[in-house]
């Protein structure tokens, strides 16, 4: 059975650093299109960085250039390194893995995605 198990939240000033991983069992991991969502009490769930089988990197407008998204192909794992850090980066971060047909454009629809259970990030001013 598929699994998906995040882990690196917690709390930071603002200007902080954190680094998420999300560790993957039961998939062909390198296989399918895998990436983090957050989401904040009242607003919906927002993609903000994935990474598909051939290595391209979707990142959205709100933390390009202080997120990067890796993957580790040997451990089954991705990675959501967070730089400069701001108080609107609050929030729940889960891991999701596009079930097939897995893309990209799937993946940041949701249209079937699994999830992981989810991890608080806090960033105080």
């Known amino acids: 059975q598929a699994q998906l198990v995040e882990s690196g939240g917690g709390s930071v000033q603002a200007g902080g650093s954190l680094r998420l991983s999300c560790a993957a069992s039961?998939?062909?991991?390198?296989?399918?299109?895998m990436g983090w969502f957050r989401q904040v009490p009242g607003k919906e769930r927002e993609g903000i960085a994935a990474?598909?089988?051939?290595?391209?990197?979707y990142y959205a407008d709100s933390v390009k250039g202080r997120f990067t998204i890796s993957k580790d192909n040997t451990k089954n794992t991705v990675y959501l390194q967070m730089n400069s850090l701001k108080p609107e980066d609050t929030a729940m971060y889960y891991c999701?893995?596009?079930?097939?047909?897995?893309?990209?454009?799937?993946?940041?629809?949701?249209?079937?995605?699994?999830w992981g259970q989810g991890t608080q990030v806090t960033v105080s001013s």
């Open positions: 999701a893995v596009a079930r097939p047909p897995s893309t990209m454009a799937r993946w940041l629809a949701s249209l079937d995605n699994a």
């Open positions: 990474i598909d089988s051939d290595g391209s990197t």
């Open positions: 039961g998939y062909p991991y390198t296989s399918y299109c």
